[in-house]
């Protein structure tokens, strides 16, 4: 029996009339085979670490503490994680680093341990921290294909070593995953913006800026936007330089090809941008001994 109905009245009014219901989608295969599903026993340690993460993530301490205690009398430091999870929920602790390590070096560990360890580390040491931060990433990855958030930090982390293309991979499948986060679409920015393809960096940040719901995402996403912006700006001026720098050689030697550089490096000079005055000097030499041009010794001194 139900007894006395009339207190749901209210939460069922407002609920069968209202305009808009909450969902979510996923994509699944049409057919399911009971056999395409791993079975595995779970050794009596090792469930009652797992059922210690759940009461965790159910938000019951007194229950996970005494299953993580149980894990641990039944093999040294199996319930770790669990205490491990427990303590970034409830305060600071200055042994989760200790913890999360221990957890993430167990065979045995969720994707999540080596990932929050991966979160924790300061680069500190400049490649060997990256190295070792890529190498926890993939471990996670590796447990979990369907961690978007490792993906996306994996794709940091490449594009942060110094190498002329790093993997799409990483970026690309976090935004497969989930395509509305904003974060996502930053790091697969990056990765574009290290592989020379600078607007389709552009374009996948502004998605970024698109999709920020928070203050910190649209932070970071117009930071991504400037630094895009800022690097693009640098490249156009060593285009530049490296252009003016050729037509200032060639002229010497060739009276024409003076009177065909002294606009573009007159222009240069006019822009008054730093490193401009090596192209008035070469544009007030042209003048003054009448390179290709009639000579203008007013202009020359201008120029000069």
């Not at 079975?39 to 159910?58: K, N, Q, T, Y």
């Not at 427990?86 to 999540?112: C, F, G, K, N």
């Not at 978007?148 to 490449?158: E, M, S």
């Amino acid at each position: 029996m139900l007894g006395d109905a009339s207190r749901f009245d209210t939460a069922l009014n407002v609920y069968v009339h209202r305009d808009t219901f909450p969902f979510l989608k996923f994509a699944t295969a049409a057919t399911l085979a009971r056999d395409a599903f791993a079975v595995r026993d779970l050794p009596a340690a090792e469930a009652a670490a797992v059922r210690a993460s759940f009461h965790v993530a159910m938000n019951r301490p007194a229950e996970a503490r005494a299953l993580a205690a149980e894990a641990s009398r039944l093999v040294d430091g199996a319930g770790d994680e669990a205490l491990a999870l427990l303590a970034e929920r409830e305060a600071p602790d200055p042994e989760l680093v200790t913890l999360i390590e221990r957890a993430a070096s167990r065979p045995t560990s969720s994707w999540y341990a080596p990932y929050r360890v991966a979160t924790l580390m300061r680069v500190t040491e400049g490649m060997t921290s990256l190295a070792r931060m890529e190498s926890l990433l993939e471990q996670a990855t590796a447990k979990n294909p369907l961690a978007d958030d490792a993906w996306a930090r994996l794709a940091d982390v490449k594009a942060a070593f110094d190498r002329d293309a790093p993997a799409l991979a990483a970026p690309e499948k976090a935004v497969a995953m989930v395509p509305g986060s904003s974060s996502h679409h930053r790091a697969l920015a990056l990765v574009l913006a290290r592989q020379g393809r600078d607007a389709d960096a552009r374009a996948e940040a502004g998605r970024a800026m698109a999709l920020a719901r928070t203050p910190e995402d649209r932070t970071a996403a117009q930071r991504t936007l400037d630094d895009l912006a800022k690097s693009a700006a640098a490249a156009e001026a060593r285009a530049k330089g490296q252009e003016i720098a050729r037509l200032i050689g060639a002229c010497p030697s060739n009276p024409s090809a003076c009177a065909a550089a002294l606009p573009i490096i007159a222009a240069d000079c006019d822009s008054g941008v730093k490193g401009s005055a090596v192209s008035c000097s070469a544009a007030g030499d042209i003048v003054d001994a009448g390179r290709g041009v009639p000579e203008d010794l007013a202009r020359a001194v201008m120029l000069y």
